[in-house]
């Protein structure tokens, strides 16, 4: 009882700080559109929630945050801005709109401005996992796994092989031990990330990463530039020797992270149409904030002075 009492009261501490930081981003991201409209940045910025296993951490690493979504009107690339980061950018977007105001130059050079976000700023397409399990008996895994974006929405394919191998390197196919019969013996294997299906076209380039075990640092492929079949050919080779009762654990009970990345195309085309008119051409869904009730119609809205 103690334990589950102990869990409730963290879920209420974290979604009490998720509605914090809902109430206190809203009207901040009101006022980063009105900007936008104004000056015509030709941007669009949203409130998307993000649990730690979309922003590909595992379920007890942290709890689900609020980014902001930028979304570029003329070509439809979307990025993802942490608070901070959308913070530090909304200040530089009011000095800029203040300039315009006051009638003084305003314009800054594409990399200075605020609104700007280059095409290919990596950006995470998704997640899949890989459970170790097959290992701990010597056997080999080669399978599609489904690349799953923050909104749970399937992104396409990659394929992965885990390979166990003798101390020579040679693939060990058929053969089959216990676990318990594996720890204080050595383990060979490799882990293979082939290539990826079906995935967007939107995107120029590819590449994985992941972290095996006790890793700080993440294992990265090359980057992969062909369109929605990308091939990798990437493989890393692992020894441990002797395998340990903690290692033969996480085999069993544990999995790897394989996060896709990708680097969105610029198309370089450019609408006629207005900031606005794009705006109110283009569908939005609901705001984090009115699907948890918090904003109510009616409800005052920050409004920026319109410059005559």
């Keep these: 009882m103690g334990l589950l009492g102990d869990k409730a009261k963290s879920s209420s501490a974290e979604d009490m700080l998720l509605m914090d930081d809902l109430v206190k981003l809203y009207p901040q991201v009101q006022e980063a559109n009105a900007m936008s409209e104004e000056l015509d940045r030709r941007v669009r910025f949203e409130l998307v929630l993000m649990s730690p296993q979309g922003r590909g951490l595992r379920e007890n690493e942290g709890r689900t945050e609020v980014y902001i979504s930028l979304t570029n009107l003329d070509s439809g690339n979307e990025f993802f801005w942490s608070k901070d980061k959308f913070s530090d950018r909304k200040y530089l977007m009011r000095d800029m709109y203040q300039n315009y105001m006051e009638g003084e130059s305003w314009k800054l050079p594409q990399e200075k401005d605020p609104f700007w976000e280059p095409a290919d700023s990596p950006l995470l397409i998704g997640t899949c996992h ?4 097959s290992l701990a008996y010597l056997i080999e895994v ?15 394919k990659l394929e992965i092989e885990l390979r166990p191998c003798d101390s020579e390197w040679r693939e060990l196919g058929e053969e ?14 490799k882990v293979k990330l082939n290539e990826g299906h079906d995935l967007s076209p939107k995107y120029a380039a590819y590449y994985c990463q992941y972290k095996f075990y006790l890793e700080d640092e993440f294992t990265r492929t090359p980057e992969a530039s062909k369109a929605v079949n990308p091939q990798f050919k990437f493989e ?41 008119e794009l705006m109110q051409g283009t569908s939005q869904s609901r705001e984090p904030l009115e699907t948890l009730a918090l904003h109510r119609p009616g409800r005052p809205q920050p409004a920026l002075k319109r410059r005559t």
């Design 236 to 276: 890393k080779k692992y020894t441990f020797k002797p395998v340990t009762k903690q290692l033969m654990d996480y085999l069993q009970n544990s999995y790897i992270i394989v996060e896709l990345w990708g680097r969105q195309k610029d198309s370089g085309k450019k609408s006629s149409k207005t900031t606005k």
């Design 130 to 133: 890989v459970y170790l399990q």
């Design 176 to 189: 089959f031990s216990e676990p318990d019969d594996v720890i204080g013996q050595a383990i060979n294997f």
């Design 142 to 156: 080669a399978e599609s796994f489904s690349v799953t974006d923050f909104r749970g929405e399937d992104q396409g």
